[in-house]
T-cell receptor, first 116, second 116 residues
Framework: EAGVTQFPSHSVIEKGQTVTLRCDPI?????LYWYRRVMGKEIKFLLH????????ESGMPNNRFLAERTGGTYSTLKVQPAELEDSGVYFC??????????????FGPGTRLTVL | AQSVTQLGSHVSVSEGALVLLRCNYS??????LFWYVQYPNQGLQLLLK??????LVKGINGFEAEFKKSETSFHLTKPSAHMSDAAEYFC??????????????FGSGTRLQVQP
């Protein structure tokens, strides 16, 4: 079974440009999460999809970030326009929905974003 | 609000020595607790999780953690370190009450070095 995959693995862009990150969850996982780790700090939650709906977007830093999950499969996270402080590693995770909330979140390898 | 504190951003042990990575949480209600590990160039992998069954939780690769409510701690241990244990370790919590929120709150991570 394939794990969570993320694309690209690295992205280097200039301030003001747009970047789109993609996450493919484990097949059959209805829950999809985005997290971010800014250099040297803790991993922070951004948002949570259940299928195609945003269940919780309390961690989204501002309106330059747009997450979508059309059709309830893969998700994209767009940053437009990118700022220097957006640099970091963006992780995606997915989990099944068995009616409990101790379902394990499985993480992808992350996308390292560098904004120059 | 929940928070997680990991004491020691870097821990170095000799091969064969005891590994002890510390995690303390702050929550009005004991949360679910997790330890994740990130090996170089890989995603986060679940080591173990506490969900209110036994307070001593055994995980993969010989790791275990003990939930101590009186100390609000969930320290990770391994009796004998192996070179392959070198990685970054993250303690995380999620809320117990089903508010629909499933966001993990992470500590800042502890990088474990194993010396030959």
């Amino acid at each position: 079974e394939a794990g969570v995959t993320q694309f690209p693995s690295h992205s280097v862009i200039e301030k003001g440009q747009t970047v789109t990150l993609r996450c493919d969850p484990i097949s059959g996982h209805d829950n999809l999460y985005w997290y971010r780790r800014v250099m040297g700090k803790e991993i922070k939650f951004l948002l949570h999809f259940v299928k195609e709906s945003k269940q919780d977007e309390s961690g989204m830093p501002n309106n330059r970030f747009l997450a979508e999950r059309t059709g309830g499969t893969y998700s994209t996270l767009k940053v437009q326009p990118a700022e220097l402080e957006d640099s970091g590693v963006y992780f995606c995770a997915s989990s099944q929905d068995r009616g409990t909330f101790i379902d394990t979140q499985y993480f992808g390898p992350g996308t390292r974003l560098t904004v120059l | 609000a929940q928070s997680v504190t990991q004491l020691g951003s870097h821990v170095s042990v000799s091969e064969g020595a005891l590994v002890l990575l510390r995690c303390n949480y702050s929550s009005s209600v004991p949360p679910y607790l997790f330890w994740y590990v990130q090996y170089p160039n890989q995603g986060l992998q679940l080591l173990l999780k506490y969900t209110s069954a036994a307070t001593l939780v055994k995980g993969i690769n010989g790791f275990e953690a003990e939930f101590k409510k009186s100390e609000t701690s969930f320290h990770l241990t391994k009796p004998s370190a192996h070179m392959s244990d070198a990685a970054e370790y993250f303690c995380a919590v999620s809320p117990r009450m089903d508010t629909g929120r499933r966001a993990l709150t992470f500590g800042s991570g502890t990088r474990l070095q194993v010396q030959p």
